[in-house]
């Protein structure tokens, strides 16, 4: 049974950092992509960011320079470190990733979301 748990949402003011996590069971996160998605209020859920298995990382326009993901094999997690946050990074993030089923096309897997509040 495959498992995400995002953890390390918070309130934080305008300019701060947080670091986001996601951590894995059932499934390795090296050997498949991962990403962080976001949910704003009212709003379509949003592709953030993103770590390749060979360790090639994309992000949104609207975050590069100031986010970063990457992952820890050993712990099977996958982070996100978001640095001089601003109002409009508020949301609910996510981590996904899917894998390649025995028999054919893909099963996709998200966690519970780790809501993320910046105060201005």
């Known amino acids: 049974q495959v498992q995400l748990v995002e953890s390390g949402g918070g309130l934080v003011q305008a300019g701060g950092s947080l670091r986001l996590s996601c951590a894995a069971s059932g499934i390795i996160f090296s050997f498949n992509a991962v990403g962080w998605y976001r949910q704003a209020p009212g709003k379509q859920r949003e592709l953030v960011a993103t770590i390749y298995s060979g360790g090639r990382t994309n992000y949104a326009d609207s975050v590069k320079g100031r986010f970063t993901i990457s992952r820890d094999n050993a712990k099977n997690t996958v982070y996100l470190q978001m640095n001089s946050l601003k109002p409009e990074d508020i949301g609910v993030y996510y981590c996904?990733?899917?894998?390649?089923?025995?028999?054919?096309?893909?099963?996709?897997?998200w966690g519970q979301g780790t809501k993320v509040t910046v105060s201005s």
């Open positions: 996904n990733t899917r894998a390649p089923r025995p028999l054919g096309g893909w099963s996709e897997y």
